[in-house]
């Protein structure tokens, strides 16, 4: 069998990407919240350890991906969204 479980936290953790090095997994969750929101996207090494959060919205971030050249991650966002419902699409510099 060669599949092996990366987290093991409460909540969930989904959506995942490697990262341009394929060092590590970016995915979305919202293990740090009881009431299942929000969702931020967090980094862990490939044997589950070295656990990162790298957004800190109080609303929903998950979908991110890497453009081809790894400089750039495209995530999308409930954030700015004055108070509705909507979700856009976002670009951030990927700085490692």
Known sequence: NNVRQVTNMPGANW???FTPDGKQILFASNYEYERGFPFNLYL???DGTGLEKVTYSNMFD?????SPDGKYLVFCSNRNNGGTRD???FVAEWVD
């Open 15 to 17: 959506a995942p990407v």
């Open 44 to 46: 862990i090494n490939l």
């Open 62 to 66: 998950a979908f991110a991906m890497f």
């Open 87 to 89: 979700t856009n699409v």
